[in-house]
C-alpha cells in the first residue's frame, strides 16, 4: 500500500495565463516541500499538455512524485508516475492495463456506491469529494461534507484523498474525519511555498 503525504497539489492549467506563470507556481510548491502533485488540463490539445508535462518534469526532476489527470498515454509519454482518473475517464482497469503496475491509480468518487467499487480495482488511492463547496469544476457534484468523508473511510482501506473547497482552516477537520491526504488548488494559488509550507505545519 501506498503512502500519501498529507498535501496533494493539484496545478490547473485553467489558472494560469501562460506556461511561465504555471512553472513559478510548480517551483513554488516544490519549495514549501509538495512531494506529490498532479497535472490537470481540460482544455488545451494534447501537444500542449505534453510539453506542459514535459516541463513540469524536467523541472520537478525526482523531487515530487508526478500525476497526470485522465490522460494515461500523456502519462507514459511525460515519464510521469501515475494517473488520476474520473467517473467518466477509461476505467480504472483498462488505465492500468496501459500504466502498468508500478505506477500510481487513483479513481475520483463521489458518492459510497463509486467508493465500493474503486475499492475492488487496483487503483493505489481512492479519492472521494467534493468535501466543500468548491469553484474549481464549472458542474461540481454534490457536496459530501465531513460525513462523506467518514463513510468512505468505512468503505475502503485504501489511502484516501480528500478533494473540494479544503483550506488552511478546515483541512485538520478534513483529516480528522478520515482522510489520509488533502488534495487542494484555490488554497496553494496566492502563495504556493507560504501555502504549502502551512499546509504541512496544520497537518503533522
Given at each position: 500500500?501506498?503512502?500519501?503525504?498529507?498535501?496533494?497539489?493539484?496545478?490547473?492549467?485553467?489558472?494560469?495565463?501562460?506556461?511561465?506563470?504555471?512553472?513559478?507556481?510548480?517551483?513554488?510548491?516544490?519549495?514549501?516541500?509538495?512531494?506529490?502533485?498532479?497535472?490537470?488540463?481540460?482544455?488545451?490539445?494534447?501537444?500542449?499538455?505534453?510539453?506542459?508535462?514535459?516541463?513540469?518534469?524536467?523541472?520537478?526532476?525526482?523531487?515530487?512524485?508526478?500525476?497526470?489527470?485522465?490522460?494515461?498515454?500523456?502519462?507514459?509519454?511525460?515519464?510521469?508516475?501515475?494517473?488520476h482518473v474520473g467517473q467518466?475517464?477509461?476505467?480504472?482497469?483498462?488505465?492500468?492495463?496501459?500504466?502498468?503496475?508500478?505506477?500510481?491509480?487513483?479513481?475520483?468518487?463521489?458518492?459510497?456506491?463509486?467508493?465500493?467499487?474503486?475499492?475492488?480495482?487496483?487503483?493505489?488511492?481512492?479519492?472521494?469529494?467534493?468535501?466543500?463547496?468548491?469553484?474549481?469544476?464549472?458542474?461540481?457534484?454534490?457536496?459530501?461534507?465531513?460525513d462523506g468523508i467518514r463513510l468512505a473511510r468505512?468503505?475502503?482501506?485504501?489511502?484516501?484523498?480528500?478533494?473540494?473547497?479544503?483550506?488552511?482552516?478546515?483541512?485538520?477537520?478534513?483529516?480528522?474525519?478520515?482522510?489520509?491526504?488533502?488534495?487542494?488548488?484555490?488554497?496553494?494559488?496566492?502563495?504556493?511555498?507560504?501555502?504549502?509550507?502551512?499546509?504541512?505545519?496544520?497537518?503533522?
Open positions: 500500500m501506498i503512502c500519501l503525504p498529507r498535501l496533494y497539489a493539484i496545478v490547473d492549467s485553467s489558472c494560469f495565463p501562460n506556461s511561465g506563470s504555471l512553472l513559478e507556481f510548480v517551483e513554488g510548491l516544490m519549495s514549501g516541500g509538495v512531494t506529490l502533485l498532479q497535472y490537470r488540463n481540460k482544455t488545451d490539445s494534447a501537444r500542449v499538455m505534453l510539453q506542459h508535462a514535459r516541463d513540469i518534469r524536467k523541472l520537478v526532476g525526482h523531487h515530487a512524485k508526478l500525476i497526470m489527470n485522465d490522460r494515461a498515454d500523456l502519462c507514459l509519454a511525460a515519464r510521469f508516475e501515475g494517473v467518466d475517464d477509461l476505467s480504472a482497469d483498462s488505465v492500468r492495463a496501459l500504466i502498468g503496475d508500478s505506477r500510481w491509480l487513483g479513481v475520483s468518487t463521489h458518492n459510497p456506491a463509486q467508493i465500493a467499487e474503486a475499492d475492488k480495482t487496483s487503483a493505489n488511492y481512492v479519492a472521494i469529494g467534493p468535501v466543500f463547496a468548491t469553484s474549481s469544476k464549472e458542474k461540481p457534484d454534490p457536496v459530501v461534507g465531513l468505512s468503505l475502503t482501506e485504501k489511502p484516501l484523498v480528500a478533494i473540494g473547497g479544503i483550506t488552511h482552516y478546515n483541512a485538520p477537520e478534513v483529516i480528522g474525519a478520515g482522510a489520509d491526504s488533502v488534495a487542494v488548488i484555490s488554497s496553494l494559488l496566492r502563495s504556493p511555498r507560504k501555502s504549502a509550507e502551512e499546509f504541512f505545519r496544520i497537518l503533522r
